[in-house]
């Protein structure tokens, strides 16, 4: 059975949604955390 490599890729800030898309595109796996948050300002 191949054996499967872990690599770690630098990105350019707020341009990971991009290349986990691009990654997508070649079909390669990829891990990307991603949390969603609300903001509430209360100077507003």
């Given at each position: 059975?191949?054996?499967?490599?872990?690599?770690?890729?630098?990105?350019k800030?707020?341009?990971?949604?991009?290349?986990?898309?691009?990654?997508?595109?070649?079909?390669?796996?990829?891990?990307?955390p991603?949390?969603?948050?609300?903001?509430?300002w209360?100077?507003?």
């Amino acid at each position: 059975m191949p054996t499967k490599n872990w690599y770690a890729v630098y990105v350019k800030s707020r341009s990971e949604k991009r290349v986990a898309k691009e990654f997508e595109a070649l079909n390669i796996n990829y891990y990307l955390p991603f949390m969603k948050k609300l903001k509430v300002w209360s100077d507003r």
